[in-house]
């Protein structure tokens, strides 16, 4: 990709990764950040996460061995943006309240946005937002 991009041979507006489920963020993220070859060509502009509002309290909760990333804590802390799903599915507003206090604690600095409808955002909130920055990331995240 880097040889055809610097040759004028390809064009590209954005490239989306999308980790279903529970991906440690940290891997992708390190990959636009330490290989020059990806560097020449592409940056990391931000990283969108969403957030499933009826069950993601217990995945936070998620007791992990000694060693082991608790995933849904990482994604959360890595997150510039934060997608609040399924809020719809949520009837207790208190319930909502907890979630986005606990998300709060894991990462003030992100943007939250409730959704209900398949994480129905304007694109302009996710895409080209020029949001990611190591300075942010607490220690323990960037630490193998």
Do not use: W
């Not at 040759?7 to 992708?28: C, F, R, Y």
């Not at 990959?31 to 957030?51: H, P, Q, S």
């Not at 937002?129 to 300075?135: E, H, K, N, P, Y």
């Amino acid at each position: 990709f880097a040889e055809r991009a610097a040759a004028g041979e390809l064009k590209l507006d954005a490239i989306i990764i999308e980790t279903t489920g529970m991906a440690d963020p940290a891997p992708v993220a390190q990959t636009f950040l330490i290989y020059d070859e990806i560097k020449a060509f592409a940056r990391l502009d931000g990283i969108v996460t969403m957030v499933d509002a009826k069950h993601v309290e217990r995945h936070l909760d998620a007791v992990k061995p000694e060693g082991v990333v608790n995933e849904a804590v990482a994604q959360a802390a890595f997150a510039d943006r934060l997608l609040l799903n399924k809020t719809d599915l949520v009837t207790d507003e208190r319930e909502l309240e907890e979630t986005e206090a606990t998300l709060r604690r894991i990462n003030p600095h992100a943007k939250l946005k409730r959704t209900s409808r398949f994480g129905d955002v304007p694109l302009s909130s996710i895409l080209d937002v020029d949001a990611f920055s190591l300075d942010r990331l607490p220690e323990a995240l960037l630490s193998d």
